[in-house]
């Protein structure tokens, strides 16, 4: 399984950004740049979690 994420508009005017194989990670920015950014950072740091809970990460998620 590869790591996809998905950008869209949003109803506020900012670009949505979400990675469907990480259950309710998202994110935002004001442009598809920032919102790329931001759910770059955002794996990163659910990922951190899930390790500091001891939960299984599948290796292509790395």
Same mark, same amino acid.
């Given at each position: 399984m590869k790591?996809?994420?998905?950008?869209y508009p949003?109803?506020?005017g900012y670009w949505v950004a979400?990675?469907?194989?990480?259950p309710a990670c998202i994110s935002?920015?004001?442009? !598809?740049t920032e919102a790329i950014g931001?759910?770059? @950072?955002?794996? !990163?740091l659910y990922i951190e979690?899930?390790?500091? @809970?001891?939960?299984t990460i599948i290796m292509e998620l790395l």
């Amino acid at each position: 399984m590869k790591r996809q994420v998905i950008i869209y508009p949003g109803e506020d005017g900012y670009w949505v950004a979400e990675c469907p194989s990480l259950p309710a990670c998202i994110s935002q920015g004001k442009t !598809k740049t920032e919102a790329i950014g931001n759910i770059k @950072e955002a794996i !990163k740091l659910y990922i951190e979690v899930l390790k500091a @809970e001891g939960r299984t990460i599948i290796m292509e998620l790395l």
